[in-house]
């Protein structure tokens, strides 16, 4: 009998993502089946905002990266950063090569803030801030620079 190994990609490698691949590689392998899962990133590094939204004072939070990281170790995830979805990857090119693909791209934006005043200098998103806070790869060096959105 041939068996063929399911091959799904997922899009985002935050908790979200990483989750949805541990789970279904489980599921799959308890049913007698083989998968090959890629997990896509847009940053160079896995785990998202619990990365660079999480404070670093939140030292509980930040400590689920261990999970993270023993699910990714455990065989069936490859991670392939710097690669992001809509700019190096298309719908197409995933349709060519995955049974299944998971969109799990989370909220990297902040949302935008109605009340007067959030356009002004020195007012910024949280996104903003515990991106620069957090050492995205994005963010400034020198501070958050775009005041939070407004309408
Ligand atoms: C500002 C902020 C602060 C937070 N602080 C805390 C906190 O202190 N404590 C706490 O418990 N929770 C905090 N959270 C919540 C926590 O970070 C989220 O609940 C959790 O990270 C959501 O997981 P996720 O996998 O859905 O999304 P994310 O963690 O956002 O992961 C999504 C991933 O998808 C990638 N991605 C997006 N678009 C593309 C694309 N086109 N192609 C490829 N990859 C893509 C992103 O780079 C990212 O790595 C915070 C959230 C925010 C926004």
């Known amino acids: 009998m041939t068996t063929h190994t399911l091959r799904v990609a997922i899009i985002g490698a935050g908790p979200a993502g990483i989750y949805?691949?541990?789970i279904l590689g489980k599921a799959v392998r308890d049913a007698g089946g083989t998968v090959g899962i890629d997990l896509f990133d847009t940053l160079p590094a896995p785990y998202g905002l619990i990365r660079y939204g999480v404070a670093p004072d939140h030292p509980r939070i930040k400590g689920i990266v261990t999970s993270l990281h023993e699910m990714l170790d455990a065989?069936?995830?490859?991670?392939?950063?710097?690669?992001?979805?809509?700019t190096d990857l298309s719908l197409d090119d995933l349709r060519a090569h995955y049974h299944a693909v998971i969109f799990a791209t989370g909220a990297i934006r902040d949302a935008q803030l109605s009340i007067p005043g959030a356009e002004l200098p020195g007012c910024f998103g949280a996104a903003d801030f515990v991106s620069w806070f957090d050492g995205h790869p994005d963010a400034p060096g020198n501070g958050p620079s775009t005041p939070a959105r407004s309408p």
């Open 75 to 86: 065989g069936s995830i490859r991670f392939l950063g710097n690669v992001g979805y809509g």
């Open 20 to 22: 949805a691949g541990n």
